[in-house]
């Protein structure tokens, strides 16, 4: 039988370590787009591609450190830009993380309690950028705007 406590990772976000009490993948799937018709009785669909990747993280720190390893891990979380999350179950992640929160009780002294929320990363700036396309479609209709405008004057008699 698998001795499962050996197998599972050690949980880390940025180089701040924490353990898990539960890690979820809340939706997984297609994005589809249903399009309905009016006085119709059929539909149709649209496969828009993958849903992200969205971890859920019950987390915890537990020993002399907590106050000092808590704060670092939200500070972790706050930091801009993707980073590797470390999960004992699901692995490795390239993520960014959308929301971190952290409760702390008296009656359990040097344990702090962690929600964590990340999106897998994807890509920079998400798809292509309409802003160069335009430039391009103006640049190139003005590179002969000087030209045509020459044109036309050099035509006028002064």
């Not at 930091?79 to 470390?86: E, R, S």
């Amino acid at each position: 039988m698998r001795n499962w406590m050996t197998t599972l990772r050690a949980a880390s976000f940025r180089g701040v370590s924490f353990k898990v009490d539960q890690e979820a993948i809340p939706k997984s799937g297609r994005r589809i787009v249903k399009h309905q018709f009016s006085k119709g009785e059929e539909h149709e669909t649209e496969d828009m591609g993958r849903l992200p990747r969205e971890f859920r993280i019950k987390a915890y720190i537990a020993n002399d450190e907590a106050d000092v390893l808590a704060p670092a891990l939200i500070e972790a979380c706050s930091a801009p830009g993707a980073a590797t999350l470390v999960l004992p179950f699901f692995g490795a992640h390239r993520v960014r993380c959308e929301g971190c929160g952290n409760s702390w009780s008296k009656g359990k002294l040097g344990y702090v309690e962690i929600d964590l929320e990340f999106v897998e990363a994807g890509s920079e700036g998400g798809g292509f950028s309409a802003f160069p396309i335009g430039d391009r479609i103006a640049a190139s209709a003005l590179d002969g705007l000087a030209d045509l405008v020459f044109d036309v004057l050099e035509d006028f008699p002064l």
